[in-house]
């Protein structure tokens, strides 16, 4: 499977979205990541799923969509409608895991699973074979230009380990405070999705150099 780098357009200039997505997709980038919050699940609001709707029209890059939200399956239908090819939400935000990757796969979406920080791995040990992707964050989500929280490069090794050893051919995503120091120990922990946001989009002048030089160590 190819590692993908997916910038976070939350980090975009929210003036000239199109403009820094189409910076990043002529300089290589395959994949975006949006980030939806809504204030209860995470202490922030951000945008909702017609700024996805908005960009798909500009773009032609794979659509990643990580839901932030308490009740997420309110969302998957709007989110097909904007034209997601992937949606994930949070295993903390709500009780019907299973029901709820169902729910993604039935609107022909592939279906992902994002953990925070401090949620165990071994959570996803029964559920791993329904699902097209995990998402690890790598930061306490609801804010773009945090920390990368060191521990995290040992959940990914033990999801890596639990997925060879289950023969399922996992894409592991890898969400907050990346950047080209950290790329490299991140990917060799396991990760092959590889979501950045401010080192990609700090300066409208760096956007492409960042995504190539990314990309140069994926
Ligand atoms: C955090 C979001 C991340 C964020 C990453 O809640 O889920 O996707 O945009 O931003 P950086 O790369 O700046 O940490
Ligand atoms: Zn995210």
Do not use: W
Request: with cysteine; proline share 5%.
């Amino acid at each position: 499977m190819k590692n993908r780098l997916s910038p976070s357009v939350l980090a975009a200039d929210f003036s000239a979205l199109a403009e820094d997505l189409r910076l990043a997709e002529e300089a290589g980038a395959e994949s975006f990541h949006f980030d939806i919050m809504d204030g209860h699940f995470v202490p922030n609001l951000s945008y909702g799923v017609n700024v996805v709707s908005a960009l798909r029209k500009q773009s032609k890059a794979f659509f990643d969509v990580h839901l932030m939200v308490t009740n997420p399956d309110f969302y998957f239908a709007s989110c097909k409608e904007a034209g997601a090819d992937r949606v994930s939400f949070h295993f903390e935000a709500t009780p019907h895991v299973d029901r709820a990757l169902e729910a993604i796969k039935d609107l022909q979406m592939e279906a992902g699973i994002a953990l925070n920080p401090a949620t165990p791995v071994a959570f996803l040990e029964e559920i791993l074979p329904k699902c097209s992707y995990i998402l690890l964050m790598s930061v306490n989500p609801g804010f773009g230009g945090q920390k990368f929280i060191p521990y995290t490069l040992e959940k990914v090794k033990k999801l890596r380990a639990m997925a060879l050893s289950r023969g399922i051919e996992l894409e592991i995503g890898i969400d907050g405070g990346v950047g080209a120091a950290n790329l490299p120990e991140i990917v060799a922990s396991g990760a092959n999705f590889i979501v950045a946001g401010s080192s990609v989009f700090r300066c409208k002048k760096e956007i492409a150099k960042q995504v190539q030089s990314l990309n140069r160590l994926l």
